[in-house]
């Protein structure tokens, strides 16, 4: 089987099917990650950077490990510790990295559309692990499994994001990913925190009542406020935008019975996200999104990298 894809850029240049395989490679790779030895042969000899220009908890981390159960090589780099701080130019580190004959670069960094640079001056395969507001792939695959897993399909299901629209590559990502899946899709944001031309945006419908909305969906994913890229005044305070858009344990009564709540983390507790809603047992998939970041990023590994298949059949 030879996947159509060399990099993992825009989830929108990805197929229904190509997204179902990477969500049922990922299903596979759940009893791997239930051994005792969690690690398969399948990518050995191939070769990884992590090139994390920003900070990561989940994502970095999230590959470093998938890496390992792949056993492929991994060179964590970027940042103030390398020599991008003396001026050395985006071409002549990537350059600089080709020449020790890697076979994949994973990409973090606060510039839109640094992986696409990346992959055109390189080579070597590329997955975008978030660029600046633009997109972050992989989240969106992992959100998709989260949700397939709890729900069982796409078609028909009714999912709000909700939040700082605006400025998520989060969303850039999730919302094209779900209309490929066939769910209908509601942005829900203060009209501060939507693009100026919220048609853009490619969702079945926008609103900023989240009152209104929240009885109709079956899945409601949060988006954290990303105070670090908010300029001006959005709103007036995190305690307003807590009471109008934070999903509080008050909203709970407003919720379908079965309907769940997703997060990307990390979550600013109090302000889009409270606690009895985070932490909630039967609603709250946030953990699993956690587990499903590193069942994704092997899949996604595996199937670029055209991994062999020993070992994972093998016990
Ligand atoms: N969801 C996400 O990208 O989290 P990190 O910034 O911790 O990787």
């Given at each position: ?131 600046g507001k ?40 999730l919302l ?52 670090e890229r ?86």
């Amino acid at each position: 089987m030879t996947f159509p894809h060399r990099h993992l850029i825009d989830i929108a240049e990805y197929s229904r099917d190509d997204i179902m395989l990477m969500l049922e490679t990922a299903a596979s790779f759940k009893e791997v990650n239930e051994r005792r030895i969690k690690q398969v042969p399948t990518l050995k000899g191939a070769t990884i950077v992590n090139m994390f220009n920003e900070p990561s908890t989940r994502t970095r981390s999230s590959f470093e490990i998938a890496e390992k159960r792949l056993s492929a090589n991994s060179l964590n780099f970027g940042g103030s510790s390398t020599s991008t701080v003396k001026g050395e130019s985006l071409s002549d580190t990537v350059e600089t990295l080709c020449a020790y004959k890697i076979d994949m670069i994973i990409v973090r960094d606060k510039h839109a559309g640094v992986p696409r640079k990346i992959a055109d001056l390189s080579g070597v395969h590329v997955i975008d692990a978030g660029d600046g507001k633009h997109q972050h792939p992989t989240q969106a695959l992992l959100d998709l499994y989260s949700i397939w897993e709890e729900k069982g399909s796409f078609e028909g299901l009714n999912v709000g994001i909700v939040g700082d629209i605006a400025h998520s590559r989060v969303c850039g990502s999730l919302l094209p990913a779900l209309k490929i899946m066939g769910a209908n899709t509601v942005a829900i944001a203060p009209p501060t925190l939507l693009p100026a031309r919220p048609d853009v945006l490619g969702a079945d419908e926008v609103s900023s009542d989240l009152d209104a909305v929240l009885p109709d969906l079956d899945v409601v994913y949060m988006l954290r406020v990303q105070r670090e890229r908010l300029e001006g005044a959005p709103f007036p305070s995190l305690r307003e935008y807590n009471l109008l858009y934070g999903l509080t344990q008050k909203r709970d009564a407003l919720m379908k019975p079965d309907a769940i709540v997703c997060h990307p983390g990390p979550i600013n507790r109090g302000v889009e996200l409270d606690s009895f809603m985070a932490d909630h047992p039967e609603r709250s998939v946030i953990l699993d999104q956690v587990y499903a970041g590193i069942l994704v990023r092997m899949a996604a590994l595996y199937l670029l990298l055209g991994g062999s298949n020993d070992g994972i059949d093998a016990q």
